[in-house]
């Protein structure tokens, strides 16, 4: 009895202490100043950078130019005798660019150089996926809708002969469709345009063109040609200018960005439903993503744009370079070549495909991931799309419904697959489960037509893009996850490394080698987020050499050839004399991959030298001691591929921080 009554009033005490315990802890629930705040990549700049000063600390080892680079200098002007534009022009030549943001910059350069090399007179182009948009802005329409119209004929006058539209006499014909059209491959040659197009141009006094591929001129042209790759030039990099707006908003983002008073990257995933579907690279991702990239492979293998199978082994893409770099591994990578975790990084492309679940692993590593939703308010973007008629508010309808033996047979049809399977019958249908750009894919085998807000949608993602293009082209360094892909079509990411290249050669461009990465990345694939001390220097040594001119020998080796703009070296640009000439290289068709830039003019060769002799003096700086501390005893055995005899060409160079230039 006494035992009872001891473990009763053990009971009744031990009660009574958690009663007291959940009281107090209520209490200061209820009394607790502290707030709950949304995660806000913005707020967690300020915390990082608290002090911000004007002049910018950068580590030279990770941020420093490229110096062997140095001596190439921007210079398309024409080189020969370049007389102006025939008034008498053989006819006009109107054209329709379907596709996105790199699909529209490239064609309209090759538009140009075709219309100079037939003496035609360019219409300014429409883009097509502004004007399939109903209800955008009215202030706009189509070309002007991303660039600017007086800007693009005043800078190309001593070229090509741009008018707005037809004359009123042949208007009329064109809406009778009484005018030929064409439908050119991007590979099409100089020969077909003189050959087949030039003669029906004469005759017809009118053509239209007809542009899908992202280009309509085959990107590498004979030397005797070189003047239409500098007029591609002179279109790409100074005549295509972004809308006034567009400008503003990209160059206030840049500030922002710049206002931290700290360096920024720019990275492009890259990850695109059709580049994915191209190369079979499905079996990366999981559930409903899987099903949509298969879904556009097999609509490619009917259109004859894929002649592979519908199945393949993404993972053996992966490891032949074909499939991109994902944002965990791009990360890695970055912390490898000694980011800190609080660099900033600026996201940029306007469509991720996977969304954010991707982009976890990513922020993980790096918290300050930002993009133009982090800098800009909605006002911001409201204005730069102008005055929108409105869109229904609720485009949704509820399926017909369906018996429930049909339920029941669809649910014992649906076998094995990576798709989502069907709620089971008893449980009702909800609206979140069929709303979203992929609910068409639990309900049907077929991809519906696009509706109006997904046009629009398509309209809006060509101004995100020339808001990341600004944005990167601005950015202290540039990763790419996914280029060189070997498709033929033209990407953001070359598109900005083409130009980072021509305005400052020496500029930090990654121009990673899949490949080589994806065998790097397996030989740590059980600790890849605690790499290896030797393996680092693996990834230090590809990357550094990446930047060079290993970088761009291979980049105009499996770029160039479907996209001039990617790689405009030699022909757009000059090198300023120095003591030592460089070494030309030729690729296997003799035509000279590095090395055979012209000599930059005397006005150059002062102006450029003095730049060159400020970014070459010495800066001062404290070592970090810390950097690879964590490295210091980790070692891993690495394949005799990879390994040369044991021993690598790379040295430990600690990093240093460094104080530069307010004016740099």
Known sequence: MIIKSKIKWVTLSLLTLSLL???????????????????????????????????????????????????????????????????????????????????????????????????ATLVIPEIQESTRSKGISFKFKSFS???????????????????????????????????????????????????????????????????????????????????????????????????????????????????????????????????????????????????????????????????????????????????????????????????????????????????????????????????????????????????????????FQMPPAKRDEQLKEEWKKAGPRPRPLPPPPDRPIYRHEKEGWYGWITETDTEPDPSPLDLRMQAHRLLWDALDYIVSVEADAFFSGFNNDGSGWPDFSNLVMGQRLYETASSRTYRPDRKILAELSNITRDNMFHPKHNWTLLVQEHLNKSLGEEGLIRQSLFSKPSSFLSHPLPECSCRVSSAEPPTQVKGNDGRTVYGGEDECPEWMQHGEKAVAFESTGEEGGKVDENEFQEYENDIVQLPESLDSGGKTNVTLVWDQDEEMDPND
């Open 21 to 119: 315990s959940l009281v107090a802890h209520l209490s200061v629930t209820k009394f607790s100043t502290v707030d709950l705040m949304q995660y806000s990549a913005m707020s967690g700049l300020h915390a990082d950078f608290p002090n911000v000063v004007e002049k910018r600390f950068r580590n030279k080892k990770i941020w420093g130019v490229v110096q062997s680079l140095e001596l190439l200098q921007p210079y398309a002007n024409p080189r020969s005798s370049y007389p102006v534009p025939n008034e008498q022009s053989n006819g006009f030549i109107y054209a329709k660019i379907f596709g996105g943001f790199a699909n529209i910059r490239s064609s309209i350069c090759d538009l140009v150089a075709i219309s100079r090399l037939l003496n």
């Open 145 to 395: 809708y991303l660039y600017e119209e007086e800007q693009f004929i005043v800078s190309l006058k001593n070229d090509v002969i741009i008018v707005k539209s037809l004359p009123e006499n042949l208007k009329a014909g064109r809406r009778r469709s009484e005018f030929p059209t064409f439908r050119p491959k991007s590979s099409a040659s100089p020969k077909y345009y003189i050959e087949e197009i030039l003669p029906k141009l004469k005759k017809a006094k009118v053509i239209g063109l007809i542009l899908t591929d992202g280009g309509c001129l085959q990107s590498i042209l004979p030397p005797s040609m070189a003047e239409f790759q500098r007029l591609r030039c002179r279109v790409a990099f100074h005549a295509l200018q972004f809308r006034t707006d567009i400008q503003i908003l990209g160059r206030r983002m840049v500030e922002r960005l710049q206002g931290w008073g700290q360096p920024f990257l720019a990275f492009h995933p890259g990850l695109l439903r059709d580049t994915l579907a191209y190369h079979g690279c499905a079996e990366l991702f999981q559930d409903v993503h899987t099903e949509l990239i298969q879904y556009r492979r097999a609509q490619m293998i009917k259109r004859g744009i894929v002649s592979e199978e519908l199945s393949v082994d993404s993972h053996l893409r992966r490891e032949n370079g074909s499939c991109p770099l994902m944002p965990e591994e791009v990360g890695v990578l970055l912390r490898a070549m000694g980011y800190p975790p609080k660099t900033i990084i600026y996201l940029a492309g306007s469509e991720t495909f996977g969304g954010q679940r991707v982009l976890i692993p990513l922020r993980g590593m790096f918290a300050n991931l930002v993009d133009r939703t982090s800098l800009c308010s909605n006002k911001e973007f409201s204005d730069l799309v102008g005055p929108e008629t409105p869109l229904p508010l609720d485009l």
